[in-house]
């Protein structure tokens, strides 16, 4: 039997490599995370530049066997958009505008196809929406049945995008961290557990949009800043940027900034207090919905790129959120509050970004209005 994609992901607990057949969430020796470690990932000498729609354009890259099809919806290819921010030109990463409305569908592409391909009908995932939607959309174009475990809080807009693509919505009364018991208790009866999160082949697909951006400015960027939940993103963007650099095509390393809501910042605590400081941290109500996280599984990951990247992590009140989303849209750029903690953090930042400096734009504006 042939795997489903090379072997490549491994433990971050124990270091044993991935089964490479099958879906397991955690590690099968010590219940570990599994991770995307760069040098499993293999760069052409080119990309293709317009022959092949969404991600198939880096299809080599992927953590995907490049025998099984990649059911793209045309995700990736994302506009860089430049905005000034005081004086300081900044240039936005409109990942809003991927065929679900967020970035999560680099990542969803990867797995879906992994699932397609493994002859999976059934899948089940927890989200506050935008992973879920994004699942919800690559499933329909599967033909996979997706039950998504969401919180009853969660936004109405990405609710009915999950069920406008045909996916159960189960809403889950609670914070977050209650979705996420009820779906592993699904799991633990026996559903594929279809995870943003734990299923580390949406690292490769995060990747690419290191790839995108280096090509878009012609030149590897000073600085990139992102929102931070379960760390994911982060991740993927230091993968994507760590493998440019070992292969000759950007001198350094940016530096890798990441922004948590005030109201819940677990992998901030830790940043500027120590692993004593995680117990402290509320899942408190904040408007940036989409990384009110309060166990992240990347955030060891997130503090090792922020480290090795010489970046920060900072934190942002929901008022200046709030201020910074209608900002951005007064010039044009429509975001969910999630992706405009960023804006604010630049300031805050100032004095170590360097340029060129990156914002990534996570998700659409229309995702969190009612
Ligand atoms: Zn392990």
């Given at each position: 039997m042939t795997a489903d994609f090379p072997p490549t992901f491994r433990c971050l607990g124990c270091g044993k490599a991935h089964p490479?057949?099958?879906?397991?969430?955690?590690?099968?020796?010590?219940?570990g995370v599994y991770t995307l470690p760069g040098e499993a990932i293999t760069l052409p000498d080119s990309w293709d530049p317009a022959g092949a729609g969404g991600l198939q354009r880096f299809r080599t890259a992927l953590?995907?066997?490049?025998s099984i099809p990649l059911a793209t919806l045309g995700e990736g290819n994302t506009p860089l958009v430049t905005v000034a921010h005081g004086r300081q030109p900044v240039h936005c990463?409109?990942?809003?505008?991927?065929p679900t409305g967020s970035y999560k569908d680099r990542g969803t592409v990867v797995l879906a196809s992994a699932l397609a391909h493994a002859g999976v009908r059934q899948v089940v995932e927890d989200s506050s929406g935008n992973a879920g939607a994004s699942l919800a959309g690559y499933a329909a174009r599967l033909g996979i049945a997706a039950r998504i475990f969401v919180p009853e809080s969660a936004s109405g807009p990405k609710r009915r995008q999950i069920t406008a693509y045909g996916a159960e919505v189960v809403a889950v009364p609670g914070p977050r961290s209650q979705a996420a018991e009820a779906v592993l208790a699904a799991v633990r009866q026996g559903a594929v557990y279809a995870s943003h999160v734990y299923q580390p082949h949406a690292l490769g697909g995060y990747a690419t949009i290191a790839y995108e951006i280096v090509e878009q400015l012609g030149q590897g960027p000073g600085s990139v800043i992102a929102p931070v939940g379960h760390g994911s993103l982060l991740r993927g963007l230091q993968l994507g940027f760590e493998v440019l650099l070992r292969n000759g095509r950007i001198e350094r390393l940016p530096r890798l900034f990441g922004v948590q809501a005030a109201a819940c910042a677990p992998v901030w605590a830790v940043y500027h207090g120590g692993a004593a400081a995680l117990s402290l941290v509320a899942e408190g109500e904040t408007l940036a919905e989409g990384i009110r996280v309060r166990n992240p599984l990347r955030g060891d990951e997130v503090l090792r790129a922020i480290e090795r990247s010489q970046g920060a992590l900072t934190i942002v009140e929901d008022e200046r959120t709030e201020a910074a989303q209608q900002q951005l849209a007064a010039v044009g750029i429509d975001l969910e509050p999630t992706s405009a903690v960023v804006w604010p953090a630049l300031d805050d930042l100032a004095a170590a970004l360097e340029p060129p400096v990156v914002a990534v734009i996570t998700g659409a504006g229309w995702k969190a209005r009612p």
């Open positions: 490479g057949v099958g879906f397991p969430h955690q590690c099968l020796a010590c219940g953590p995907l066997a490049v990463k409109l990942e809003s505008l991927n």
